[in-house]
């Protein structure tokens, strides 16, 4: 038989097909394993998969919503001290706050003992409509008891608060009636105001105190401007001491009120946000009014963006202390269930090009936020000697040498008075004792106090009660041991505060402010200043300038 010639391929053709058949299987081996590593080991993907596999392999049962809400604060905490998270709560309740009003029924209320006491009725809010009263006890809602040890003030509030045009009946106990009085108020919108007061400080100088930057505030300030104006007021004392901050955009309207045109108010860059300006346009209406600012260690990220602005376009009087040091932006971004993270996208600038962002190190939270704890104890708040500035030197438009990267420097330092504050005082006001002690003697007192109409009649009233004696009284059947030579010591802040707290829970927070405000050392400089015509910073002449940047002076 004659041999076939194709036998002699079949061995090649068996060692190609295996050549080939390896070859293949390497390839979509390392094909197929390299894509789950690189799913794995892509840092973007890991936290996904991580998810996956506990809900599908662990141990236990495990709520991941509560995992995936307990996460995501730790993760943004590793970028910075500003992104953050809020759950979809939290950011309704920040949300209003910067939208500037919420749904509720219209009073300010404190818990005192085991029950929530009215302390104010809002005008023209839907409890003033319906009757309530300052002083008023909340015993129900909706036929809930919310007296008891207990019940905490948020307990409260979230049985108040509801969806605008909805009822809640309130069962209210009131001084000198027998039976509960029942109240039944259809919830409404209740501004919150970001000005707590406007006044004249003097026959020719206005003040304004503004808590926050929220979306009212800009047109609260027009309002406020313009009936400052009709009083004939020649100079201007804005106080943001305290003020946290809120909304960029409406730091930069707020300038744009003092500004001539063409100026730089501040800019913003980051990685992926290119640089963006922000220019005033000269339609403000108080482009030439004396200016003073008030600043302090918790004036922060939109009051920073103001009072930078004002300072470096040389526009105004910068007084108090070293501001907080927030010069990053945060891009609000949603998710479906309301929740909402903050993540920070730039940095802003001030028109000198600084950024008055304090140091921090990624990480470390905790070492940010104790910032303030290490200023007051290395002295910083007594002393301007004390302030450390290592941020490079920056020129305002005049060329004034300001610092950057650690807040605003005021141009006046007003040191923190501690002389008269004793430790008896101290525990007195942490204890809440004085805010207590208050609303009794209000609640004893209110048909009187209503009556008294201006501060000095008010004063004059309550100097002949002996308040702080009976104060000490008070605390010390609470458990707070009276010290006398604290309490004489102490005797100016007792009264003040005492004072200041009754006149608060009777009276508009402007004439609280009014009180409060006619010893404070940072005001009355503030005054001075204006008065004296100095609002406007000295600018260094031409000479001057020259000096100082001749490299062989």
Avoid: W
């Avoid at 809900?55 to 001290?81: F, K």
């Avoid at 000697?385 to 650690?406: A, E, L, N």
């Amino acid at each position: 038989m004659k041999p076939n010639n194709s036998s002699r391929f079949v061995p090649l053709l068996l060692a190609l097909c295996l050549v080939a058949g390896i070859l293949i299987g390497t390839f979509y081996a390392n094909h197929f394993s390299g894509n789950r590593l690189n799913i794995i080991n892509t840092s973007s993907n890991k936290v996904n998969d991580l998810l996956r596999i506990i809900d599908d392999q662990y141990v236990d049962t495990v709520n991941m919503t509560e995992l995936v809400e307990g996460a995501m604060p730790r993760i943004l905490s590793e970028l910075d001290p500003h992104s953050a998270y809020l759950g979809a709560k939290e950011a309704r309740a920040s949300e209003e706050s910067l939208r500037g009003s919420f749904s509720g029924v219209g009073v300010s209320f404190t818990m005192q003992g085991d029950t929530a006491r009215i302390i104010s009725v809002i005008k023209g809010g839907p409890s003033e409509k319906a009757g309530l009263l300052a002083g008023d006890r909340i015993i129900s809602v909706d036929g809930k008891s919310i007296t008891g040890k207990d019940v905490t003030a948020e307990d409260c509030m979230k049985l108040m608060k509801g969806e605008k045009g909805t009822n809640v009946r309130l069962g209210i106990h009131r001084t000198g009636e027998k039976n509960t009085l029942y109240y039944t108020i259809t919830r409404g919108d209740i501004p919150v105001h970001s000005i707590d007061a406007s006044y004249m400080l003097t026959p020719e100088i206005g003040y304004v105190k503004i808590n926050s930057f929220s979306e009212t505030t800009y047109p609260e300030l027009l309002v406020a401007l313009a009936e400052l104006n009709q009083k004939g007021f020649k100079g201007l004392v804005i106080d943001l001491r305290g003020n946290s901050g809120g909304i960029m955009q409406t730091a930069i309207q707020m300038t744009n009120i003092f500004l001539p045109k063409n100026r730089l108010i501040l800019y913003t860059e980051g990685r992926k946000s290119p640089r963006e300006e922000y220019v005033s346009d000269g339609r403000g209406a108080f482009q030439n009014l004396p200016l003073v600012i008030l600043v302090d260690e918790t004036s922060a990220s939109a009051s920073e963006i103001f009072a930078g602005a004002i300072q470096d376009n040389d526009r105004g009087t910068i007084i108090g202390r070293r501001t907080f040091g927030k010069g990053l932006v945060q891009q609000p971004i949603e998710f479906r269930d309301g929740s909402i993270v903050r993540l920070t996208v730039a940095r802003y600038y001030t028109p000198s090009g600084r950024c008055i962002q304090k140091p921090y190190e990624k990480g470390h939270g905790e070492e940010y936020e104790n910032d303030l704890i290490e200023r007051y104890e290395r002295g910083e708040f007594f002393s301007a000697d004390s302030i450390r500035q290592h941020g490079p030197q920056f020129k305002t438009r005049g060329g004034r040498t300001v610092y950057g990267s650690g807040g605003v420097m005021p141009d006046i330092f007003i040191p923190e008075d501690t002389s008269e504050v004793t430790s008896y005082y101290r525990e007195a006001m942490l204890s809440g004792l004085i805010h207590q002690y208050a609303l009794d003697f209000t609640d004893a007192h209110r048909q009187k106090l209503n009556e008294l109409e201006t501060n000095e009649e008010l004063t004059r009233f309550l100097d002949r009660q002996n308040i702080v004696g009976r104060f000490a009284d008070f605390a010390a059947r609470r458990g707070l041991r009276r010290r006398n030579l604290m309490l004489y010591k102490s005797r100016r802040l007792f009264k003040r505060s005492l004072y200041g707290a009754i006149i608060n829970n009777v009276k508009e927070t402007s004439q609280f402010y009014e009180y409060i405000n006619a010893d404070d050392p940072a005001l009355l400089r503030a005054a001075e200043v204006l008065a004296a015509g100095k609002a406007f910073p000295e600018i260094p002449d031409h000479k001057e300038k020259e000096k100082e940047n001749d490299p062989h002076r």
